[in-house]
Structures are given as structure tokens and as C-alpha cells.
């Protein structure tokens, strides 16, 4: 069995291929096989120019086999394995045992870092061989505990590692620090909008999607940027995920428990919030696993941008399926979705008034259908800041977000105790059968939620983020039972003022 491997990624994961090379005489030439796509054809000159660098000549036809030959390859992280396995092949040095290599080859030898590193990193793990990358790579793969890896900075320290003239150093494992990083903003720097804070913490307690919902200059971005800083740090598992992501996107890594924030402006393409592409490379919704998904101007997406985004809020993954396969990507992801009442902005404003036409009005509102309404638990009004508000100057206004992060801490503690039996984190991710049987509520809450459907209109889901806010409102409060008032102020964030603007 040939003991050289390099590796091609579809979506998190990483799938070896094995590089098989068979030389024979005749004038020189080096074709590939193997479904590979231009980046790895092209690894031929690269190949060659840096093991001549290196002092290894290759002559004669050689053919390069990239086995499983029914599996796209593509990218240029295939340059070192190919390379070594032409070392190999020509009696330059040997590979004693199963080994993984990925690295993209400058002309000079030099080894740039790839894309993938990551999930190389799982792979070589979890089968147990020896990882080759290069120095650039070093720092995301020491991140992956029990992984044998070496990292070099040119072609030429791994020649002379496999050839035993000099050894390479083991790339070291290391932890990332639970410090949390000062939020910014904070909670105490913005004026007034006590209503849109509480949101925003029962929002980050039970990673609920919320939806603002007021005039241009009220405080909607600022409010949706602070939010991150109540929310708790990732978790060791959590950690591993963002990070397989970013490797696999190819984006630099962040040495930070920090969630991730993505903002994304309206006029992004449903291939980029969704993922796709030749590559079927993650999206953005996607990238913000675990962490925040802000929506600015939400209707003015477009709208199949709008509706693609109704499967992953429900099922907490997407499946991106192309000519060239299908993938699966977490999406675990908490949407904050920002939006004007009217095009004009100033629909139900107190300080000036809608210049809008009815039939402008109901094409702005209609770009929100009932469905995606439906996967966003909370509505949140947020008015426009009083001048006596705006021209206040010194002083806290209200607690620093430090304070109401240890409370969302604790209310996520509380139910990652309840529901790790059946596998889930937080009250949004519990399905309904689950929900109805486990959230214990009090006598009086049933009669209540009856007599509350008479006069508000709920859908079947609707009435089950309901109880998913309640039971998270209900954890903040530390209160073992529902009780009507936490199903109270969940049913407000429905058919309050803010759906009403929305409706009217």
C-alpha cells in the first residue's frame, strides 16, 4: 500500500487520496488523473520547479493517479503530497509509514499554508498517522488534541525528515484561555431601549432569533453589535466546530473563545448566506455557527435569500446540494434581523410622519412572509430615543454586559442540565414532542395559553417558540416551573407593538 496521502474536503470533513506515481522512460512528462479540477493540474509545474529547487530531478514520463478516482479533487493543498510521492518514486527518500501531507508549493520550495488544515487534523487523528503541514498551518492544527503533526516552512525540511538527516520538531499542542474579551459595545454605553435589552438577553439565554423592528438612527445595529458580548464563550466542542469552518472557508484563525458575529449586507446572493458554489464551500449563515447572524434592512433582501433561510432556522443545518455532490453544514446560528416599519421609516414614529403610499406599504411588507416571520421568536419595537435621552450625558445606563452575561451563563447551564439527556444545548434547538412532555409548567398556564389563542394568532410553531421563550424566560428568573407570567411576556414578543407596525 502506498504510504503517501494528501487530502480534498467536502464540506467539514477530510477525505484521503491516495497519490499513486509510476515513472518510465521516454522524453519528460507528468500527466495527472483522477477527477482534478485546474488548481491540482496545474500542481505539475509547481511540483517539479520546487523539487529541482529541493535537488531532486525527476526524468522520464511519470503518471500521477489520485485515487479514489471517482471523487472531485480540487485546490492547491495536493502540491506536497504530490511531490513527495514523486521524491518517493524515484528513490529520493522513502515513507516508512501511512503518512498525511497537504501544503501548497511555491516555485522555490517554499510550503504555503492551505485551506483544510483543520479537518486534516481530525483525520490524521482519528486514523492515526502522521500529519505534515506547513508553518503556517501550524497554529490551527496545534489546537487539535492528540494529533501527531510536523510543520515545515519548505519542501526541503521534509526531504531531509524522511531521509533521516534531520528530524523535525513536533508541532505542540496548546489551549485556547477562557478570558472573554471586553464587550464592545457594552450594555452600559447605550441609551435607553430597556425593552430591546431584555429581548436581547432572553435572545442570548435561549439563542432565540429576534427581529427589530423600528426608525432609521434608533439603535437597531448597535443594539444587534452588543449582543455578542452577553453571549457566553464557546465550549471546547463548540470551539472545534467554528474553527473546522473557518479552515474549511479558508479564513484566518481567531485564538479566541469569542462566537463568531457575520454581518451581512442585503445585497448578498443566496449562494453566499446559504454556501455552494463550484467548491460548495460554506456561507455565511453557516460561518456564524454558533454564534450571530445579523440581517440589516432584512426585506430588502431578495426574496428567495429571505425564504432560503427557513430550513436551516428550523432544522439548525443546511444541506448544499450542487452537479458535484451534496454536503451537510452546521448552522446552528442566532439571527438577529434588523428592518425599517415602513420604506420611509417612520411608520408609527412620534417625531415625523410616513410619507408612505398604501401600496408601497404592502409591497415592503409583504417581502416578510408568515413563514419566516414564524422562525423568529422574538419582535422586538425599538423606538426612537427621547431628546432628553440623547443629549444625556456621563453616568451607567443600566448593567454593564459582563453582569447580564453571567446571568445568560447560568440560564444556559441550567438548560444544558435539563436536556443533555436527549442531546440538546439550548431551549430553541428542544422539538415539540420534547417540549410539551419535559417543560414543566404550572397549573394555570394551560387555561391560560387557551384563553390567550382567542385573541392572538398563532400557528402550531408559533405557539412552540412560545413555550421554548417561556421555559427560557423561566430559566433567567431560575424558576423550576412556567408560570403565567413568563408565558405572558414570551406571547407579548408575538403580537406586540412591533408585529402591529408589521400588520397595519
Not at 503518471?63 to 518517493?88: H, M, Q, R, Y
Request: net charge neutral.
Amino acid at each position: 500500500m502506498n504510504n503517501v496521502s494528501g487530502l480534498t474536503l467536502r464540506g467539514v470533513k477530510g477525505v484521503a487520496v491516495e497519490v499513486e506515481v509510476d515513472i518510465t522512460g521516454g522524453l519528460f512528462s507528468i500527466s495527472v488523473v483522477g477527477l482534478a479540477d485546474t488548481a491540482v493540474k496545474e500542481a505539475r509545474e509547481r511540483v517539479r520547479a520546487a523539487l529541482r529547487a529541493a535537488g531532486v530531478n525527476i526524468r522520464g514520463r511519470v503518471s500521477i493517479n489520485l485515487a479514489p478516482a471517482d471523487i472531485p479533487k480540487e485546490g492547491a493543498l495536493l502540491d506536497l503530497p504530490i511531490a513527495v510521492a514523486l521524491a518517493s518514486a524515484a528513490g529520493h527518500l522513502s515513507v516508512p509509514r501511512p503518512s498525511l501531507f497537504i501544503g501548497e508549493l511555491a516555485l522555490d520550495g517554499r510550503l504555503r499554508g492551505v485551506r483544510g488544515a483543520v479537518p486534516a487534523a481530525f483525520f490524521a487523528k482519528e486514523n492515526n498517522i502522521e500529519l505534515f503541514v506547513p508553518a503556517e498551518n501550524a497554529a490551527e492544527v496545534s489546537l487539535v488534541e492528540g494529533v501527531r503533526a510536523y510543520a515545515a516552512d519548505d519542501l526541503r525540511e521534509i526531504i531531509a525528515h524522511l531521509r533521516g538527516e534531520k528530524e523535525l520538531a513536533p508541532v505542540s499542542g496548546r489551549k485556547i484561555e477562557d478570558t472573554a474579551a471586553p464587550a464592545d459595545p457594552d450594555f452600559a454605553d447605550i441609551k435607553g431601549q430597556i425593552a430591546a435589552k431584555r429581548a436581547l438577553e432572553i435572545a442570548a439565554a435561549g439563542h432565540h432569533n429576534i427581529l427589530f423592528i423600528g426608525s432609521p438612527g434608533s439603535g437597531k445595529t448597535l443594539l444587534a453589535r452588543a449582543l455578542k458580548g452577553i453571549l457566553p464563550p464557546l465550549s471546547d466542542a463548540e470551539m472545534m466546530e467554528v474553527m473546522l469552518l473557518r479552515s474549511t472557508a479558508g479564513l484566518n484563525l481567531e485564538l479566541s473563545r469569542e462566537r463568531p458575529f457575520r454581518s451581512v449586507h442585503h445585497t448578498a446572493s443566496a449562494v453566499s448566506i446559504c454556501g455552494g458554489g463550484s467548491a460548495l464551500r460554506p456561507g455565511e449563515i453557516s460561518l456564524a455557527s454558533r454564534g450571530v447572524l445579523f440581517l440589516d434592512e432584512f426585506p430588502e433582501f431578495q426574496r428567495d435569500v429571505i425564504e432560503a433561510l427557513r430550513q436551516p432556522l428550523e432544522d439548525g443545518s443546511i444541506t448544499v446540494s450542487r452537479a458535484a455532490g451534496s454536503v451537510v453544514y452546521p448552522a446552528k446560528v442566532l439571527v438577529v434581523a434588523a428592518c425599517n416599519p415602513c420604506p420611509c421609516g417612520f411608520a408609527g414614529d412620534s417625531e415625523r410622519q410616513c410619507i408612505c403610499t398604501p401600496f408601497s406599504l404592502e409591497r415592503y411588507r409583504r417581502k416578510l412572509s408568515g413563514p419566516i416571520l414564524d422562525r423568529i421568536d422574538l419582535h422586538v419595537a425599538v423606538p426612537r430615543l427621547t431628546p432628553e435621552e440623547l443629549v444625556s450625558l456621563g453616568g451607567s445606563c443600566g448593567e454593564r454586559s459582563e453582569t447580564v452575561r453571567a446571568r445568560v451563563a447560568e440560564a444556559r447551564r441550567i438548560q444544558a442540565e435539563r436536556w443533555s439527556g436527549f442531546g440538546f444545548q439550548c431551549n430553541s434547538e428542544i422539538p415539540e414532542k420534547f417540549l410539551r412532555r419535559s417543560a414543566s409548567m404550572r397549573s394555570d398556564v394551560r387555561a391560560f395559553i387557551l384563553e390567550a389563542l382567542k385573541g392572538v394568532k398563532l400557528s402550531g410553531r408559533g405557539l412552540s417558540r412560545v413555550l421554548r421563550v417561556s421555559r427560557t424566560i423561566a430559566d433567567l428568573d431560575g424558576a423550576p416551573q412556567i408560570e403565567v407570567k413568563h408565558v405572558a411576556e414570551a406571547i407579548s414578543y408575538r403580537e406586540g407593538e412591533a408585529t402591529s407596525w408589521m400588520t397595519a
